[in-house]
């Protein structure tokens, strides 16, 4: 079946720090991949998405690209600020089906000032 | 703010109980998912439910199940209560169901059971 792996957490930066946070993922077919974003009490918000291979998803400095050949979505962002500390889930959904998400087991980032 | 509100926030209750877990969509939304997010399995989708039909199953055990009323709020049935069972759970919506109209989460209902 469908799987996502993501790197474990949970991870540390120092503001303005560069962040990664990989993600690869099986499927079959041409899956859309997300990241969602989940703050402290509060539900996941969707950061950004990509629905076919090479796009780029972004949104709000954080960029993710949509790798076929690797099957990889890795988060980035250049500059991390102390308000992105949160945890962040990879996911995908299948090509064709209804929002039925699966997701990554999520990392914890804790930004410094 | 999603748009979605889940209730109650937090839920204590004894092995063997039911409870029942509430969720109105976003003002709109057709399609109502859940999902159990716990510290061993993780974000698992349990089931789907579109205009008051179910529409796809995901890990849902027989002892739990949901339903999508006229008002399009949703209910989620937990019965025969397990300490496993322990777990936050999640409503999401979307506008319409196997297109790219995002999921708009809510902020989840705390089951614990003691």
């Known amino acids: 079946g469908d799987s996502v792996t993501q790197m474990e957490g949970p991870v540390t930066l120092s503001e303005e720090a560069f962040l990664t946070i990989n993600c690869t993922y099986t499927?079959?077919?041409?899956?859309?991949l997300f990241w969602y974003v989940q703050y402290p009490g509060e539900g996941l918000q969707l950061l950004l998405k990509?629905?076919?291979?090479?796009d780029k998803g972004s949104n709000k400095g954080f960029e993710a690209t949509y790798r076929k050949e690797t099957t990889s979505f890795h988060l980035e962002k250049g500059s991390v600020q102390v308000s992105d500390s949160a945890v962040y889930f990879c996911?995908?959904?299948?090509?064709?089906?209804?929002?039925?998400?699966?997701f990554g087991s999520g990392t914890q980032l804790t930004v410094l000032p | 703010d999603s748009g979605v509100t889940q209730t109650p926030k937090h839920l204590i209750t004894a092995t063997g109980q039911r409870v029942t877990l509430r969720c109105s969509p976003r003002?709109?939304?057709?399609?109502v998912y859940w999902y159990q997010q716990s510290l061993d399995q993780g974000l698992q989708f349990l089931i789907q439910?579109?205009?008051?039909?179910?529409?796809a199953k995901g890990n849902i055990l027989e002892r739990f199940s949901a339903q999508q009323f006229p008002d399009l709020h949703s209910e989620l049935n937990l019965s025969s209560l397990e300490l496993g069972d322990s777990a936050l759970y999640f409503c999401?919506?979307?506008?319409?169901?196997?297109?790219?109209?995002?999921?708009?989460f809510g902020n989840g209902t705390r089951l614990t059971v003691t």
């Open positions: 439910y579109y205009n008051g039909e179910e529409r």
């Open positions: 990509a629905t076919k291979a090479d």
């Open positions: 499927a079959t077919g041409y899956p859309s």
């Open positions: 999401a919506s979307s506008s319409r169901t196997g297109d790219n109209s995002p999921l708009h």
């Open positions: 003002s709109g939304d057709l399609s």
């Open positions: 996911a995908l959904s299948p090509a064709g089906s209804a929002r039925q998400l699966t």
